[in-house]
């Protein structure tokens, strides 16, 4: 599985100030969409990374407008934290199957070094916050 990764993304921009979050990566299909963090820094936080992907292998289950939906809908009933997408993503921050997935830097990005995995495992401090359900 393939993706790419958008810095400075309006849609990550939209998501932050919704989740009052000051760093944010957000998943649209295929692309993890950032804000006010780079793709080093992103990259370099294995379990942030995870999680994301886990985002992109939910829209690959269902299908794009479908996912959509129905995390809408579920953020809707049941919160941000209890979103059972959410739940599911923050279980696949130790989940290594999802290590294989390649990702495909643009133009812009074909310079930037991706630094190695960091060992440890850091605590995703950048996850988006868990204050108000939405995103
Ligand atoms: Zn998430």
Redesign the pocket.
């Known amino acids: 599985m393939k993706y790419r990764i958008r810095e400075n993304s309006f849609w990550a921009r939209v998501a932050a100030k919704w989740l009052r979050s000051e760093k944010m990566a957000?998943?649209l299909g295929k692309t993890i969409h950032l804000h006010n963090t780079t793709c080093e820094e992103f990259l370099g936080n294995r379990r942030w990374l995870r999680?994301?992907l886990?985002?992109i292998r939910q829209f690959r289950q269902l299908g794009f407008l479908n996912f959509l939906w129905q995390y809408m809908v579920e953020s809707f009933r049941v919160g941000y934290q209890k979103n059972r997408?959410?739940v599911e993503?923050?279980a696949a921050e130790w989940d290594v199957n999802l290590d294989s997935y390649v990702f495909v830097p643009g133009k812009h990005q074909l310079k930037a070094s991706i630094p190695p995995f960091p060992t440890g495992m850091s605590a995703p401090r950048h996850?988006?916050k868990v204050t108000p359900p939405a995103?």
């Open positions: 957000m998943v999680h994301e886990a985002h997408f959410e993503a923050r996850q988006h995103h």
